[in-house]
Each structure stands twice: as C-alpha cells, then as structure tokens.
Nanobody
Framework: QVQVVESGGGLVQPGTSLRLSCAVS????????LGWFRQGPGKEREFLAL????????YYADAVKGRFTISRDSAKSMLYLEMNNLQPEDTAVYYC???????????????????WGQGTQVTVSS
C-alpha cells in the first residue's frame, strides 16, 4: 500500500507558474508509476503525466507536454508537477496517484491507479 498526499495548490493569475508536491509513503516496487491527474469543473478526470518511481523515465499527455514537468526526489519521497503558463482552462483539482505494479506501460488510465490522494485545488483567474 502506498499513501500519497498532494499540496501546493492555490489561486494564481494567468501566465504564471505553480509547483505541486506529492508526499509518497509506503512500499513501492521496481516499476511503480506515480502520476498526476486533474479534474476540471464538469469534466472527467484526465491523465497529465507520470514517472517511473525507480527509473525516472517520464510520460506526458499531449495536452500538457512542454508546459508541465513531472519530477521526483526519491530520497525525499516527493513527487512534483511544475506547471508553467497557467491558463483558466487549467483550473481543476489536481491528484497524485500510484500504480504499484503496472500491467502495461505507460499506465495512463484512471482505473490503472490503485492509490489516490485527496487532491489539491488549482484556480487560474485574474
């Protein structure tokens, strides 16, 4: 079992940057994937990015590639999502999640992830 807790959300102006953090605790495995998702108002939860916890390789959704960056600090058991040039359409609850033993790579679907955080709200507005 892995526990994840997000933090770092808030109200920001369009064009600015924000870094989300996710504290990871519990047992991970060689191919455990840690991912970021978001769910905007009236929208389905969507995949944003993931990292292989023990290898560091990353994968991004096309919608955020080049604008969002996922990273991890294994020594601190922290996952991050750096978001640049935020726009009102980025307003959402952002979730961190873990797929402990992925059955395929990369795991991009919500149902592939076993452990979810409570989410952190990001609001982009002037």
């Amino acid at each position: 079992q892995v526990q994840v807790v997000e933090s770092g959300g808030g109200l920001v102006q369009p064009g600015t940057s924000l870094r989300l953090s996710c504290a990871v605790s519990g047992r991970t495995f060689g191919n455990t994937a840690l991912g970021w998702f978001r769910q905007g108002p009236g929208k389905e939860r969507e995949f944003l990015a993931l990292v292989r916890w023990n290898g560091g390789d990353t994968y991004y959704a096309d919608a955020v590639k080049g604008r969002f960056t996922i990273s991890r600090d294994s020594a601190k058991s922290m996952l991050y999502l750096e978001m640049n040039n935020l726009q009102p359409e980025d307003t959402a609850v952002y979730y961190c999640a873990a797929d402990l033993v992925p059955s395929r790579w990369p795991p991009r679907k919500n149902q592939e992830y076993d452990n979810w955080g409570q989410g952190t709200q990001v609001t982009v507005s002037s």
